[in-house]
């Protein structure tokens, strides 16, 4: 997507304000950002329609430009759509708790027994694993093997009496935990390579056994198109409270997050992100939004420049800025504003297309900053407002109550003012400020 959509942007941004086109234009390369990060189509349509409405009603921010809003909105959108706030699970009012895991074979269900197990045993719990995969020859084992290693216990039919019953396996689980005093239940089931009905008949006996007070359909992220039609059928045949996402350690882009959470309507619980017990976190929408979109980066820096925005100084600014007004007391704002946001060689770095100047972002030194602004300090109001009347014995003075060389002061005095002509006349050119007379 970056490419792409950072080229789109760019486009964008040189005009000031957002016209129709600039949207349909803008919301094409989305379209194709999603379904090469595997939304399905369906849901695809569905957003792109939602951005339009929001883009073409929206209010212009002043902090961003409008590229800037369209992804906004766009991130907006995704978080809103993958769920908003995180939910937590639910627990029973009676203990045990009973949770059920469903999905396709090979999407990490005994593994995420495992580490459901370990993250609420940190919690305080006392959870019980349960297998019912009694279908693998080494579902059991694999299980016990997990259990261990979370320092929980496994309840599994006693070996040697050939395949036991799932169902009865639940049941008595049930039991044994209220007996041993578990206050979570964890039922990891088995699955299959492809959708088919003894599968989803025997998770559907197994939930009417335990009644589990959340039901999660556990999702492999890689699958990408097929989650839909997966998930579909699973919340057709066993129904489902929560969604998890695994493998999200893998390159995906997570497309599958937005279909699920869209067709079934259940929240993604949590996501999974690798083998061991520990890769394992809540779900958190606006990381997947930002994963999906592929432009985290920007994302952060569109959340500082609002944050640190002050949209009348700025448009007064701006104003100085066209007319050649510009003072080294604004000129000091502006950094400090700037500054606020973090090291400036990071800030920089964040904009689309800054890969291509590498080495003059390298340049850029928050130690020089430092300097400059201890300069400025240095200085009388008087000073600051009209730097003109910075004299050679006035620039003594200010370097040594700030702590410099002469040459500093004297570089900084006439930077600023070739730096405010240029301002003035870059101003001039595209159409904004005064214009009028400079104080040069
Ligand atoms: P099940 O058939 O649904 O029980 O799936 P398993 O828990 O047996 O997992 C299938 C394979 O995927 C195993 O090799 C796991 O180690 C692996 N796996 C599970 N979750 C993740 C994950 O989040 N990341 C990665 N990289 N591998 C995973
Ligand atoms: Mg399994």
Known sequence: LSDRLTSALQTLSRKGRLSDAD??????????????????????KDFIARIKDRAKGAEVHGALNPAQQVIKIVNEELVTILGGETRRLSFAKNPPTVI???????????????????????????????????????????????GERAGVTTFAPEPGNGVGDPVDVARRAIDEAKRAQHDIVLVDTAGRLGVDEELMKQAADIRDAVSPDET????????????????????????????????????????????????????????????????FDLFHPDRMASRILGMGDVLSLIEQAEEHFDQEKAEQTAAKLGSGQLTLEDFLEQMLAVRKMGPIGNLLGMLPGAGQMKDQLAQVDDKHLDKLQAIIRGMTPAERDDPKMINASR??????????????VNELVNRFFEARKMMAQMAGRFGFGGGGGSKN
């Open 23 to 44: 949207i349909d234009a803008t919301a094409r390369e989305i379209r194709i950002a999603l379904l090469e990060a595997d939304v399905a189509l369906q849901v695809v």
């Open 100 to 146: 059920m895991l469903a999905g396709l074979q090979g999407a990490g269900k005994t593994t995420l027994a495992g580490k459901l197990a370990l993250w609420l045993k940190k919690q305080g719990h006392a959870p019980l694993l349960v297998a019912c995969d009694l279908q693998r020859p080494n579902a059991v084992t694999q299980l016990q093997v997990v």
């Open 216 to 279: 999660l359909f556990v999702v492999d992220a890689m699958i990408g198109q097929d989650a839909v039609t997966t998930a579909e059928a699973f919340r057709d045949g066993v129904g489902f409270s929560g969604v998890v996402l695994t493998k999200l350690d893998g390159d995906a882009r997570g497309g599958a997050a937005l279909s699920v959470r869209q067709v079934t309507g259940q929240p993604i619980l949590f996501a999974s992100n690798g083998e061991k017990l520990e890769d």
């Open 395 to 408: 620039r003594l003075r200010i370097a040594k109550g700030s702590g410099v060389a002469v040459r500093d």
